[in-house]
């Protein structure tokens, strides 16, 4: 089940250097980014929908800090009402930082870049969110050049409404947008047209590797442009899965070092496959990052 489906049924209910067979003898960067670690909740949409308040709670345990949800949809998120999943996180001392929203292409729910979005945003402001990331393109918004654009001038108008409210907008890449159109890369399209005072990339550091390009290249050339982070690795045996971070393919110590050229401020650790338990890969992943970053 892809991205989008799972959110919609849920809410109602490298290359080079980059790729590298191991890390054993690599020196961690010498200062430290920030003390927060973040998590993408997607990586325990198993669990999560089932025991909320327990999640979050192992969550907080393991040292996560901060988090980005998804699925909000018509005011609740997680099948349970927006401010009960805020209050629940912040007894816990987990700050959402971010969220995950759908551009509402074929939906009929509310929450939506195109149907409740002030709402939505309204909702984001409450929980103390700074950003709200746009996350997957159902294939049928992504098949031309043109739609790419619009998707665009829809984005800088939502972001309008965020700033209103002192949220940033984002927007979060699979692989697609780096699968050539007419011979041109969707990425670099958005990078051109989305209004950078109004909107960051959240770069998914495992999909653009797996589209053969270099995050240090998108840093040097769009410099401050990808204040958030997907952390995921890429298994040895097979590019379609993830690994625990450190086990995999991507050298996260050299990406992490141009993390200033980036305009890193927030990162989440996101899985999708896991050889273990969604929940063991998550401390896993921990441990791995707490001693890189």
Not at 54 to 61: R, S
Not at 137 to 164: F, H, M, P, W
Not at 186 to 210: F, N
Request: proline share 3%.
């Amino acid at each position: 089940m892809n991205r989008r489906t799972f959110i919609q049924h849920s809410a109602v209910a490298a290359t080079g250097s980059l790729l590298l067979p191991s890390l054993v003898g690599c020196n961690p960067p010498k200062e430290k980014i920030a003390k927060n670690m973040g998590l993408q909740l997607y990586t325990l949409r198993d669990v999560i929908f089932k025991d909320l308040q327990g999640t979050l709670k192992k969550v907080a345990d393991i040292g996560y800090t901060e988090v980005e949800t998804f699925s909000y949809n018509d005011g609740k998120i997680f099948g349970q009402p927006f401010s009960d999943y805020v209050k629940m996180a912040n007894d816990l001392g987990l700050k959402t930082v971010s969220g995950h929203y759908l551009t509402g292409f074929n939906q009929q729910t509310s929450g939506n870049l195109s149907n409740g979005w002030e709402q939505a945003v309204a909702d984001a402001k409450a929980a103390g969110q700074e950003y709200m990331v746009i996350a997957y393109l159902a294939k049928e918004e992504r098949e031309t050049i043109d739609q790419y654009k619009a998707l665009c001038e829809s984005i800088n108008k939502g972001a309008e409404v965020c700033k209103r409210y002192g949220i940033k907008m984002g927007y979060h890449n699979h692989d697609f947008e780096f699968a050539a159109i007419d011979n041109q890369i969707p990425y670099d399209i958005m990078l051109a047209e989305l209004d950078p005072s109004l909107v960051c990339m959240e770069l998914d550091l495992y999909w653009i590797v797996r589209a053969g390009y270099s995050p240090a290249d998108y840093f040097n050339r769009y410099p401050g442009r990808f204040e958030l982070w997907h952390v995921k690795d890429m298994s040895k045996d097979d590019v379609t899965k993830n690994a625990d971070l450190g086990t995999g393919k991507i050298n996260f110590v050299e990406i992490f070092s141009q993390r200033q050229q980036s305009g890193l401020k927030h990162f989440f650790v996101e899985q999708e496959t896991y050889e273990v338990s969604s929940m063991e890969s998550v401390k896993n992943n921990y441990r791995y990052l707490k001693d890189i970053v």
